[in-house]
């Protein structure tokens, strides 16, 4: 039979890498690739950087310009997948979520932590993915009304961890995180 | 003005690193994440193994066994976008790639170089991601017939590296890999 408890530490552990990932620029959590797809229904990933995870209430937090591709995509498909590799776990956590976008006075807060020498994230000109001539031919000023959170709820969270027997799992909001063995 | 010659250099760079990521295992740029779009528009992601990067002709090489999502995938939308991060090199690779599924006669060489306890990747009863009641409630027999290689025909490469000062790239197999520089 099914040991329940297995499945809830297997889950447990995942969120404690999430934790590590917001807390630590070194952990591998930290960097997940943000899998999007575009107006034009093509597949997109990026590289984020792990802001928040909240497990009451199951979400993540990444941070981005406004004026990005990403968000393009997110206002056509407001979905994103999260894929994460942890080398010495042997461990892959996947995140299927429905993305809100938040600005405005609702990430004042949020804003209000980034240090200054971040805050040069949100603003480049000419907008990120445009042509220069030169490679340099870009400046980085911090400006506020680009800024926004992509508060990314999740409803699936996917477990595969390649140890010497592999094991597998799959654990979604809509059954209260239970979770479920899959085949690897 | 733009120097073709460093534009060249970036873009040999990144076909450096996808011919150590084909050679050596421990290399970051041997698992790739492999995004798709499912059947119904949501994005997908997943760690695949760099089995083949070859620049003339420009396309990559990944291994699969057919009867998973990601071949579900790519039926509905023959298209993959596939990311790396080379955090040493602080450099990621993105490729924007159009891809054929190969399988039959024409992958029996692939098939043959592979060892014996690798091809157990093909062949999982029950199918990968199918609930199973006990976490090691499968078998992973070598099944040649579920083995495939997808082919993945590269569009566009974009660059970014994350130096003291940053610096972004896009070449695409329209205007033959000349390149330019693009806002990152």
Redo the contacts between chains.
């Keep these: ?3 329940p408890n ?1 499945l809830a530490a297997f889950l447990e552990t995942a969120w404690q890498h999430l934790g590590r990932g917001v807390m630590d620029s070194r952990s591998p959590a930290r ?1 997940p ?1 943000f ?3 575009s107006a034009k ?7 984020v950087a792990l802001r928040r995870a909240t497990r009451t209430g199951a979400f993540v937090d990444v941070h981005t310009d406004i004026l990005t591709p990403k968000v393009e995509a997110l206002k056509a ?1 407001p ?5 994460i ?1 942890l080398p010495e776990a042997k461990l ?1 956590i ?1 995140m ?1 979520t429905s993305v809100e976008i938040v600005t405005g006075d609702a990430v004042a807060d949020d804003w209000a932590r980034i240090p200054n020498a971040s805050r040069v994230s949100y603003g ?15 400046e980085k000023p911090p400006l506020r009304e680009r800024f926004a959170v992509l508060r990314c709820w999740i409803d699936q969270i996917d477990l595969v961890e390649l140890a010497d ?1 592999h ?4 654990f979604h909001r809509s059954d209260e995180w239970k979770g ?5």
């Excluded at 979905?79 to 894929?83: E, G, K």
């Excluded at 480049?124 to 870009?138: A, F, N, R, S």
């Design positions: 039979m099914s040991n297995l960097y690739t899998a999007t797809v229904g093509m597949p997109e990933a990026r590289t498909t979905h994103a997948a999260l894929h590799w892959q996947r299927t480049t000109h000419p907008l990120p993915g445009l042509p220069i001539v030169d490679m340099y031919d870009y027997r094991r597998r799992a799959e479920s063995w899959r085949a690897p």
